[in-house]
């Protein structure tokens, strides 16, 4: 099992620019995160889906879109990119809703 | 406010000792509380998950208690090797109206030395 894989692992946009980040799971779990990592901030809720077709707002959610269309593979979208969205994005899974999450290795991201 | 605390300051200790990092929490009443690893540059990994209604787990070389009247949280590291060596991310998961939500602490830096 590859567990929960993430691409790219890095990734540098100019502010206003659009990219994806692709989250992929092969352990059937229902739910899926989003979180971003800052220096002096910690592990910070975007987006969560508790199931396929599913997305709920987390704690930071301004600027980002998800979706989920199906239940391995959770997208994460940045519309309009901002260098205040320079961050390692990290995905999880997990069978229980908040519970024993698994992650992904993390994508670098910086917004110039 | 309500916040989640652990040791800011990188905790240095000698193989063969058992590490502790605290884990203290204001004005919740979480339901469960984890405990991950998180290498530099990597994912945190999943360690030790403790109810509230128990006071301690175990997990071979690791232990974990959970005093909901002190509100606070240890983690042991037993007979630690530099292996061990890593940030330890405690998480609270609390009610939050009708959601649950996870509360994230900033997590500590352990360093075990040969």
């Known amino acids: 099992n590859a567990g929960v894989t993430q691409t790219p692992k890095f990734r540098v946009l100019k502010t206003g620019q659009s990219m994806t980040l692709l989250c992929a799971q092969d352990?059937?779990?229902?739910?899926m995160y989003w979180y971003r990592q800052d220096p002096g901030m910690g592990l910070r809720l975007i987006h969560y889906?508790?199931?396929?077709?599913?997305?709920a707002k987390g704690e930071v959610p301004d600027g980002y879109n998800v979706s989920r269309l199906k239940k391995q593979n959770f997208l994460l979208g940045l519309e309009s990119a901002a260098p205040s969205q320079t961050s390692v994005y990290f995905c999880?899974?997990?069978?229980?809703?908040?519970?024993?999450?698994?992650f992904g290795p993390g994508t670098r991201l910086t917004v110039t | 406010s309500q916040k989640i605390e652990q040791n800011s300051e990188a905790l240095n200790i000698q193989e063969g000792k058992t590490a502790t990092l605290t884990c203290n929490y204001t004005?919740?009443?979480?339901?469960?509380l984890q405990w991950y690893r998180q290498d530099p540059g990597r994912g945190p990994v999943f360690l030790l998950l403790?109810?509230?209604n128990e006071k301690e787990k175990r997990k071979e070389r690791l232990k974990v208690t959970f005093d909901t009247t002190l509100k606070q949280s240890l983690f042991h590291i037993t007979a630690s090797q530099p292996a061990d060596s890593a940030t330890y991310l405690c998480a609270l998961d609390i009610n939050a109206g009708n959601n649950r939500k996870l509360i994230w602490g900033l997590g500590t830096s352990l360093a075990v030395n040969p």
């Open positions: 352990m059937n779990h229902e739910y």
């Open positions: 403790i109810r509230e």
């Open positions: 999880a899974s997990s069978g229980v809703r908040g519970l024993e999450q698994y």
């Open positions: 889906s508790v199931g396929e077709g599913t997305t």
């Open positions: 004005n919740y009443s979480p339901a469960y």
